[in-house]
Each structure stands twice: as structure tokens, then as C-alpha cells.
T-cell receptor, first 113, second 115 residues
Framework: QKEVEQDPGPLSVPEGAIVSLNCTYSNSAFQYFMWYRQYSRKGPELLMYTYSSGNKEDGRFTAQVDKSSKYISLFIRDSQPSDSATYLC?????????????FGSGTRLQVQP | DTEVTQTPKHLVMGMTNKKSLKCEQHMGHRAMYWYKQKAKKPPELMFVYSYEKLSINESVPSRFSPECPNSSLLNLHLHALQPEDSALYLCASSQDGGRRYNEQFFGPGTRLTVL
């Protein structure tokens, strides 16, 4: 079992839709949760960074973390064609000594105009 | 400024060539990383530098040789690569310490093709 599981998609939605992207994780030591957006052939861009459980909102993006169920979500409101990309969730622990992020496999999102 | 820059953007090399990838950040981050990413896969960690010292080597073959000349620069020296090493090579940086060290900022990557 992978430490971070993510549905690879592709997920296709019409412009203006609310998008829900999800990951589950198995390592109870994870306390940091990130969402990256990666356009084709580009580097990952950090969208959201959260610590422990709770919600965080930034513009059209909302990240949710539920540590009790080990579930992390990213919601995109009023989706735009420019949101079409691969979205990677990532998790990290406080002090593993590894300083490495554990990534999900990425969900490819296509927003249709 | 949350920018990590990488050069070159693209690199084509033969199996006998020696080349170097370069990464630079001016965010004052003291942790820097090299990742390798194959198509449709997540990034895989290769090396971590903390305060200019190599702290993690994820069992990477010796044909990849990292170097951290100062706190802003990170190099990856390549020698005798194989075609299967063709990938997007990503550099990242983060604060070292505190809660934010997991907040890694990535560069645009160098797309490497080994012939």
C-alpha cells in the first residue's frame, strides 16, 4: 500500500464547476499537507500548505485535512480552463530526519470551456 | 520572491558526455533538493542538502553527483548516463527547521534526454 493514495483521473469538468480532488494517507506521523499544481512539462507549483487538521482558503482554492480519517481534499470553485493541470497532493512529517515529501500519484484535471 | 531557477531548460546528451544542471534560489532557504520525475509519475527524491551539506542520498547511482557550492546554488553533475535516466529533473528548496521545512518550492525543471 502506498503511503499516499490519489486517484489518477483524468477528471473532466465543465467550466464553472466545483472540483473536488482527494487523497488518503496511511502514515499517522504526517502533519503537513500540500497541494501542488503541475502543468505539462513544467515544475510543480505550490498551491496550498496546511499543518494538521482543518481548512485553509486561498481565493478559489480550499484545502481540507481530516486527520481522523486520514483524508485530504482540495476544492476549486468556479473552475477555469487554465486550471487544467495535474494536481499532486503531498505529505510530510515533523521530524523524520528524511525531509522528504511523500507524493500522491497526481490527478489530471481537464476543465472544458 | 518564491522563485527557484534552473538551467538549462532542456538538455540532450550522449551516454559518454559530462554535463551539469544548475539550480539557484534567493529565498534564504538552507535546504535544497534534487528530484527526478518521469512522465505521468510523481517526483522522486534523489538528494537533500541541509546547510550546504549532503544529508540524504536516496541510493542514487554514482553517475549522478550533487554539489552545493553555497547556500543559494545547487548543481547536479551528470556522467555516463543511460537512456533510462531521461526525465525531468527538479530542484526544490525550503526553510531548514521549524514547521515550514516541508514547504518546498520547486523550480521549472530541466528536461533531460539521454541518447
Amino acid at each position: 500500500q502506498k503511503e499516499v493514495e490519489q486517484d489518477p483521473g483524468p477528471l473532466s469538468v465543465p467550466e464553472g464547476a466545483i472540483v473536488s480532488l482527494n487523497c488518503t494517507y496511511s502514515n499517522s506521523a504526517f502533519q503537513y499537507f500540500m497541494w501542488y499544481r503541475q502543468y505539462s512539462r513544467k515544475g510543480p507549483e505550490l498551491l496550498m500548505y496546511t499543518y494538521s487538521s482543518g481548512n485553509k482558503e486561498d481565493g478559489r482554492f480550499t484545502a481540507q485535512v481530516d486527520k481522523s480519517s486520514k483524508y485530504i481534499s482540495l476544492f476549486i470553485r468556479d473552475s477555469q480552463p487554465s486550471d487544467s493541470a495535474t494536481y499532486l497532493c503531498a505529505s510530510g512529517a515533523m521530524d523524520t530526519g528524511r525531509r522528504a515529501l511523500t507524493f500522491g500519484s497526481g490527478t489530471r484535471l481537464q476543465v472544458q470551456p | 520572491d518564491t522563485e527557484v531557477t534552473q538551467t538549462p531548460k532542456h538538455l540532450v546528451m550522449g551516454m559518454t558526455n559530462k554535463k551539469s544542471l544548475k539550480c539557484e534560489q534567493h529565498m534564504g532557504h538552507r535546504a535544497m533538493y534534487w528530484y527526478k520525475q518521469k512522465a505521468k509519475k510523481p517526483p522522486e527524491l534523489m538528494f537533500v542538502y541541509s546547510y550546504e551539506k549532503l544529508s540524504i542520498n536516496e541510493s542514487v547511482p554514482s553517475r549522478f553527483s550533487p554539489e552545493c557550492p553555497n547556500s543559494s546554488l545547487l548543481n547536479l553533475h551528470l556522467h555516463a548516463l543511460q537512456p533510462e535516466d531521461s526525465a525531468l529533473y527538479l530542484c526544490a528548496s525550503s526553510q531548514d527547521g521549524g514547521r515550514r521545512y516541508n514547504e518546498q518550492f520547486f523550480g521549472p525543471g530541466t528536461r533531460l534526454t539521454v541518447l
